[in-house]
Nanobody, 118 residues
Framework: EVQQVESGGGSVQAGGSLRLSCTVS????????MGWYRQAPGNKCELVMV???????YYPDSVKGRFTISLDSAKNTMYLQMNSLKPEDTAVYYC????????????RGQGTQVTVSS
């Protein structure tokens, strides 16, 4: 059974940092696209950062230079290091490689909440 569990969210002040984790089981990173999406209240799922099976990374300008994605195959865990957080980063973050996966996890109430105060 494929499982993904997000953790590491919390409340921080603007300028702070958080590291999110996504621990997976039932599959390996090799050959898989992995990533993070987020959903702010009233908004649709939004790409945060995706790393494809070739190691290429995709992300919007809004997180460029602030967020970093990494994979630890030994721990079956993907990380999202978020620095210089802004109030507009406030959202529920999902371990998801595409929009449809984000929506599915959203419907299941999964994800981890990140709240950034000004």
């Amino acid at each position: 059974e494929v499982q993904q569990v997000e953790s590491g969210g919390g409340s921080v002040q603007a300028g702070g940092s958080l590291r999110l984790s996504c621990t997976v089981s039932g599959f390996t990173f090799e050959g898989s696209d992995m990533g993070w999406y987020r959903q702010a209240p009233g908004n649709k799922c939004e790409l945060v950062m995706v790393i494809d099976s070739n190691g290429s990374k995709y992300y919007p300008d809004s997180v460029k230079g602030r967020f970093t994605i990494s994979l630890d195959s030994a721990k079956n865990t993907m990380y999202l290091q978020m620095n210089s957080l802004k109030p507009e980063d406030t959202a529920v973050y999902y371990c998801a490689a595409d929009y449809s996966e984000c929506m599915e996890r959203l419907s299941r109430g999964q994800g981890t909440q990140v709240t950034v105060s000004s």
